[in-house]
């Protein structure tokens, strides 16, 4: 199906472990992001991308590692997850330069235990 | 931050009324948009403002800007239960840079 999907849609993990989710989209859109969202504080944008073997830091970057091989995935890795890393997590992706309108996959559950 | 700020951060309405949600923003920006978010699902695009624009509509939606004030709002006329949801408005930078801005979010109940 065309769009943007994301795996898994729940994950459970334990501190120290490394977590990647992935994000997949069918539209060939140059720019990717990965956002957290935590109730109080809205999303915040972790990394982003605007094309493949490009990346950059977000706001919140920290304990995240980011990769884009391929233009239509966009991996999010926990090197070494902490509980503070339990959110949801988003990605999306859009066409073209100048803050236009993004499309978000379902989401990505995680709780670190 | 560039952050937005939405206000209310809960309204509850009856089916019909509008509603109208706002939000505050901090800088220079090119457009705002809004999203909705419904419970557990990711975001979904409702409608971009341009800075030069003052007020664009889409269907039940109508939206303003003022950029004297740095504010929008969100109106919704003749709500319906199928409008609860969360919605946040996003701001982009006026740099051009590709990042957007969330705010916090109103959490919109519509009672039937």
């Known amino acids: 199906d065309a769009g943007i999907t994301q795996s898994p849609r729940y994950k459970i993990t334990e501190t120290g472990r490394q977590v990647t989710l992935m994000c997949h989209q069918t539209w060939s859109h140059s720019y990717m992001f990965w956002y957290r969202q935590d109730l109080g504080h809205g999303l915040r944008l972790i990394y982003y991308s605007a094309a493949a073997d490009i990346t950059d830091k977000g706001e919140v970057p920290d304990g995240y590692v980011v990769s884009r091989s391929k233009t239509e995935n966009f991996p999010l890795t926990l090197e070494s997850a902490t509980r503070s890393q339990t959110s949801v997590y988003f990605c999306?992706?859009?066409?073209?330069?100048?803050?236009?309108?993004?499309?978000f996959g379902p989401g990505t559950r995680l709780l670190v235990l | 931050s560039q952050q937005g700020e939405e206000d209310p951060q809960a309204l509850s309405i009856q089916e019909g009324e509008n509603a109208t949600m706002n939000c505050s923003y901090k800088?220079?920006?090119?457009?705002l948009q809004w999203y909705r978010q419904n419970s557990g699902r990711g975001l979904v695009h409702l409608i971009l403002i341009r800075s030069n624009e003052r007020e664009k509509h889409s269907g039940r939606l109508r939206v303003t800007l003022d950029t004297s004030k740095k504010s929008s709002s969100l109106l919704i006329t003749a709500s319906r239960a199928a409008d609860t949801a969360s919605y946040f408005c996003?701001?982009?930078?006026?740099?051009?840079?590709?990042?957007?801005?969330f705010g916090t979010g109103t959490r919109l109940t519509v009672i039937p």
């Open positions: 800088t220079s920006i090119n457009n």
């Open positions: 996003a701001t982009d930078a006026e740099t051009g840079a590709n990042n957007l801005f």
């Open positions: 999306a992706s859009h066409e073209r330069q100048g803050g236009e309108t993004q499309y």
